[in-house]
Each structure stands twice: as C-alpha cells, then as structure tokens.
C-alpha cells in the first residue's frame, strides 16, 4: 500500500508558475513510476507526465517544453515544476504510483488531487 499526499496547487494567472508536491508513504526507489495526471469534469484523467525507476521520463505533447518532473529519492518525493502556464491547463491534478510485484502484479495507486487554476 502507497499513500500519497500532493501539494502546491492554487490559483496563477497566465503565463506564471507552480510547483506540485507528491510525497510518498514509502520509499518511491522501490516504485516502478510515478506520474502527473490531471482531469477536468466530464473529461477523461490524461497523463501529464511520467517518471520512471531509472529516471526516463515522459510528457503529454500540450506540456513539453514547459512542464518538469523530477524526484528526490531521499524526501520520497516528485515534483511537478509547471512554467508557462496556460489556462488550458486548469484541472485537478492527480499524483500516481506504480507498484510492481515480483510475481509482475502491478498495483497504482493516487493521491486526492490539487485544484490548478489558470487564470487568463
């Protein structure tokens, strides 16, 4: 079991900044991936962005260029560095962890989600 617990959210006008928080229950070195989805209502949750274990990551292509994740394996946390921000980009952003078993079960788990709104 992973609990996660996501911070940063707010309120930014166009063109400005946040930093999302995602702090794990566990050590996320021993996580397959964790990643940065987000929703709007009526709308399917879309990847944002993804890393991996061994650091890969991977963006939606409508935040490439202006959106980072990163880790800290220490703080057992991920961030979600977001520049540039547009007011497209306002949803409920959802942290996620991917565990895998050694028997290759794969469980995710979420965070409860931090509001971003874009104000233009």
């Known amino acids: 079991q992973v609990q996660l617990m996501e911070s940063g959210g707010g309120l930014v006008q166009a063109g400005g900044s946040l930093r999302l928080s995602c702090v794990a229950s566990?050590?996320?070195?021993?996580?397959?991936?964790m990643g940065w989805y987000r929703q709007n209502p009526g709308k399917q949750r879309e990847l944002v962005a993804l890393?991996?274990?061994?650091?890969?990551?991977n963006y939606a292509d409508s935040v490439k260029g202006r959106f980072t994740i990163s880790r800290d394996n220490a703080r057992n946390t991920v961030y979600l560095q977001m520049n540039s921000l547009k007011p497209e980009d306002t949803a409920v952003y959802y942290c996620?962890?991917?565990?895998?078993?050694?028997?290759?079960?794969?469980?995710?788990?979420w965070g409860q989600g931090s509001q971003v709104t874009v104000s233009s």
């Open positions: 566990r050590s996320i070195f021993s996580l397959n991936a």
């Open positions: 890393i991996t274990t061994g650091g890969s990551t």
């Open positions: 996620k962890a991917q565990l895998r078993l050694s028997d290759a079960t794969i469980y995710d788990f």
